[in-house]
């Protein structure tokens, strides 16, 4: 009985939900792209760690540095962005934040994927590590070309500046539209 009363009034609040995708900061395209660099990086991570060894440890070592962040810290702003745990980190320039890590790491990983191609044994296992670090930056590639699409470039010099309290905005002034007091005219 009660059931009825309360089945018309009320509403599922959709704050309630563990994901928030899409959401301000991120849309599902952008999601999938986020999940598939998580997957590609773990791949990557993973075939390098089986190889048994190596000619020039330096370029293993750091495609290892560089696939492990990637998987981290990727999986960590994939958590933050798609749930409501961003709006209790003190961030509030998540765009921006995004954008410059992405590009960062699709940087290293292809920095990390030439230095790895260039001096490996030749072995099918780290080849096939190198495909996975070379597949993971072009998934880092295309999200900032979604990215770029429909957030626009989002550190772009001469664009309006949020107000804040004491800050260069506020200290730039508007000219006034309408003068307050308008001149008056004494006929004598």
């Not at 009825?4 to 991120?26: F, G, I, M, Q, R």
């Not at 980190?89 to 998540?94: A, K, L, P, R, Y």
């Not at 410059?100 to 990983?109: E, G, K, P, S, V």
Request: overall charge negative.
């Amino acid at each position: 009985m009660t059931s009825e009363v309360y089945s018309t009034t009320t509403a599922p609040n959709p704050k309630s939900s563990l994901c928030l995708v899409p959401s301000e900061h991120l849309d599902k395209p952008r999601f999938l792209v986020k999940v598939s660099e998580v997957l590609l990086s773990f791949v990557a991570f993973i075939l390098e760690e089986v190889v048994n060894s190596c000619i020039s440890c330096s370029a293993l070592y750091f495609f290892e540095f560089v696939s492990c962040t990637a998987f981290l810290f990727t999986l960590l702003l994939l958590i933050l962005l798609s749930t409501s745990l961003h709006s209790r980190v003190g961030i509030t320039c998540w765009s921006s934040l995004d954008f410059i890590y992405t590009c960062a790491i699709a940087l290293f990983f292809c920095i990390s994927s030439i230095a790895f191609a260039a001096q490996n044994s030749g072995t099918d296992l780290e080849k096939s590590a190198v495909a996975f670090g070379f597949l993971a930056m072009a998934a880092f590639v295309i999200d900032i070309v979604l990215f770029i699409k429909t957030c626009g470039f989002p550190l772009k010099k001469g664009g309006k500046q949020e107000s804040s309290n004491g800050g260069p905005a506020a200290m730039v002034a508007q000219p006034e539209a309408e003068k307050l007091n308008p001149p008056i005219n004494v006929a004598s």
